[in-house]
């Protein structure tokens, strides 16, 4: 038995069963993991995979067992790297953080600073995608931290905080009807073409939920990722936007004006995500701590190593 073998069989039921993605995901090629995966069944003397031919098509019930083993063995195994590389350097590497832009150009610049100035020595890679995206790459080990406000307490495998609440505004042009209206409600916006976040991103759940709660279908002509983009075109008057509030400057964003919608739409939760049982390294620890309100050390390993 060795970890190729544990990981050929990881990376197969992580990727649908197609060994060349799997190949690809493992640099080696296809008929190698299938060696390493016929190999593995026949030390253990079990079947793991359902086949179709030479086509796996899914797990056996012994073998969704022996997927969660190979999981937590894998993981422990990073995790002794790690901490070899913690006590053999604290202060140096690398946090990967992945987040929406959202958290990253408005809510993160301050924790950032503050941790580089703690922490001089370790480079930090932002990167930015969408927050289904962010929690894969977290439980890949791809990222050592995701930030997104969707989706990331949706995953037994992820550990999240919640860090902020937030509320969205509604964004027009100076001159706009919209501004003499107070306060706004639902069907004035709905009067307008609107200009918003693409649906998984950024609280736009809870702009379609009010919506449909009023019985309202909203005329939304564009959607983006970036608060920017969306109050860009806002700007060229092309609707009405609705962003995060902390998205909004009044100094910055000449010739936009914006109006108070804390109360047409649900609050928003920004939370902060780890892979459960993942070693984190003490610069880590630092970094959740300052987005994190309150937490301390201990109370982020006691969810950390705690049961799903």
């Known amino acids: 038995m060795n970890f190729q073998q544990l990981r050929s069989v990881r990376e197969a039921a992580r990727r649908g069963y197609n060994l060349t993605d799997v190949a690809n995901a493992l640099f080696t090629s296809q008929p190698g993991v299938s060696r390493q995966i ?3 069944e026949e030390e253990l003397g079990v079947v793991i995979f359902e086949r179709n031919g030479k086509r796996l098509t899914g797990l056996t019930k012994p073998g969704k067992g022996i997927l969660t083993i190979i999981e937590r063995l894998l993981v422990e195994a990073e995790n002794l790297q790690h901490a070899g590389r913690e006590y ?5 590497g690398t946090l990967t953080v ?15 600073q503050a941790f580089r100035a703690a922490f001089p020595n370790v480079r930090i890679a932002l990167q930015q995608s969408a927050p289904e995206h962010i929690a894969q790459w977290v439980l890949s080990g791809r990222a050592d931290i995701g930030i997104a406000t969707e989706g990331l307490s949706a995953f037994p495998d992820l550990v999240s905080f919640p860090c902020y609440r937030w509320s969205h505004l509604v964004v027009a042009p100076d001159g706009h009807p919209l501004l003499g209206k107070t306060p706004l409600g639902l069907r004035d916006l709905a009067n307008y073409p609107l200009i918003t976040y693409d649906v998984g991103f950024t609280g736009r759940g809870h702009i379609d939920a009010a919506f449909a709660k009023a019985g309202l279908a909203p ?5 983006a990722m970036d608060s920017d983009v969306i109050k860009q075109y806002v700007s060229l008057g092309m609707g009405v936007g609705i962003v995060a509030a902390m998205a909004f400057d009044h100094g910055r964003d000449k010739g936009l004006r914006a109006i108070e919608a804390s109360h047409l739409f649900a609050q928003n939760v920004t939370r902060l995500a780890v892979r459960r049982g993942a070693f984190l390294r003490a610069y880590a620890y630092h970094f959740i701590e300052r987005l994190v309100p309150g937490i301390t050390r201990e109370q982020i390993e006691s969810e950390l190593y705690s049961a799903a």
């Not at 005329?219 to 959607?223: E, G, P, R, W």
């Open 38 to 40: 016929r190999e593995l």
């Open 219 to 223: 005329d939304i002509v564009l959607t």
């Open 88 to 92: 053999a350097d604290q202060d140096n």
């Open 98 to 112: 992945a987040v929406t832009h959202t958290q990253a150009r408005y809510a993160l610049p301050q924790v950032v």
